[in-house]
Nanobody, 114 residues
Framework: QVQLVESGGGLVQSGGSLRLSCAASGSIFSIDVMGWYRQAPGKQRELVASITSGGNTIYADAVKGRFTISRNNTKNTVALQMNNLKPEDTAVYYC????????WGQGTQVTVSS
């Protein structure tokens, strides 16, 4: 398994920005797709963005044009730059491998005030 630690969350005003980071315990060089997910209170976990080992990205409609996912295979990290944040972005954000049954980390809380 790959252990993942998310960081960078916090409280921000609507329209503000945050950059989330995800550090993996092992190499992600051979992992095809990494993703950022989020789960709001009372809601199901949803995929926010994904990125392949080659750098190809996919975004959920709700965050297109505002969020940018990136990865550094040498440092074994995945980042999520979040701009123009909205209250509806409030959630716990997680990173994980896609397509594999890997355990979830603790996540990082993002709270956007109106």
């Amino acid at each position: 398994q790959v252990q993942l630690v998310e960081s960078g969350g916090g409280l921000v005003q609507s329209g503000g920005s945050l950059r989330l980071s995800c550090a993996a315990s092992g190499s992600i060089f051979s992992i095809d797709v990494m993703g950022w997910y989020r789960q709001a209170p009372g809601k199901q976990r949803e995929l926010v963005a994904s990125i392949t080992s080659g750098g190809n990205t996919i975004y959920a409609d709700a965050v297109k044009g505002r969020f940018t996912i990136s990865r550094n295979n040498t440092k074994n990290t995945v980042a999520l730059q979040m701009n123009n944040l909205k209250p509806e972005d409030t959630a716990v954000y997680y990173c994980n491998l896609r397509g594999l049954n890997n355990p979830w980390g603790q996540g990082t809380q993002v709270t956007v005030s109106s």
